[in-house]
């Protein structure tokens, strides 16, 4: 095939092809063990700036969302987000189908390691059929809009008895142009040990994969659970938009 017949290819590419393909040419090796040993991976340029751009303009598109939450009216921090409704835009949905298969390998690996029975389907399509079935409903991937002063407290996004324990956050935005501050941050808490926190470097587009609330650590005596909570940090000017990628729906 040549250059022209791959461009055409490209150009006629459905959004969950795309994102099967794109999902599939990052180095999972690596993504899997930074999970491993620190709880939180980056992927750059998952989404491309165009893209990026595109996301942030579905903001002002109320139709597209189910609901709109202030953080200062519930104590979460400064700042809104708001929740899309199903049908989700072809983008999302086919990131959540594209990412999910290779992350169900770590979910099923952490829990068997945490010696906890519940084990993932090897699709996403499955999995929600499990969250819908349990009265899960509610679509969770949303867009997070932060200005100067805003902030997320820490916190772990669950939303029902089925949980699945890897994320995905995008940034939407260009540090340093778009916006000063607002750090992804997370803090590990360990069994009778000071908590350690971890704060992720992204550029526009990239992506950082992180543990939802648990995740498993070998220790001298045998691997121990520890909880992790995510934020985001004090933003000192502009506006800022993230894109969040939440596994299971929401009761």
Not at 29 to 54: H, I, K, M, P, Y
Not at 56 to 65: G, H
Request: aromatic share 8%; net charge positive.
């Amino acid at each position: 095939m040549d250059i022209a017949q791959h461009a055409a290819q490209r150009v006629t590419q459905s959004p969950a092809h795309m994102m099967a393909d794109r999902a599939a040419s990052l180095d999972w090796q690596r993504v899997e063990s930074e999970l491993d040993q620190f709880g939180c991976a980056t992927v750059a340029g998952l989404v491309t700036r165009s893209e990026c751009d595109e996301l942030v303009r579905l903001y002002a598109r109320e139709d597209l969302f189910r609901s709109r939450i202030v953080m200062a009216r519930h104590g979460f921090g400064r700042g809104e987000y708001q929740y899309f409704a199903y049908p989700l835009p072809d983008i999302i949905e086919g990131l959540r189908t594209a990412l999910y298969p290779h992350l169900v390998t770590v979910a099923n690996r952490w829990n068997a390691a945490m010696r906890m029975d519940i084990r993932y389907p090897p699709t996403h399509r499955d999995f929600i059929k499990r969250c819908h079935g349990a009265g899960q409903t509610r679509p969770t991937p949303l867009i997070l809009q932060y200005q100067a002063g805003d902030y997320n407290c820490l916190h772990q996004d669950l939303y029902g008895e089925h949980v699945f324990p890897i994320q995905v956050a995008i940034l939407l935005s260009e540090p340093g142009k778009d916006f000063t501050g607002g750090e992804f941050v997370m803090t590990e808490q360990r069994p009778r040990m000071q908590s350690r926190a971890e704060v992720v470097p992204l550029r526009k587009g990239d992506a950082v994969v992180f543990t939802v609330n648990s995740r498993p650590v070998q220790g001298t005596r045998g691997v121990y659970r520890v909880n992790l909570r995510h934020g985001v940090s004090r933003l000192r000017s502009g506006h800022r938009h993230t894109l969040g990628l939440i596994f299971h729906d929401a009761q």
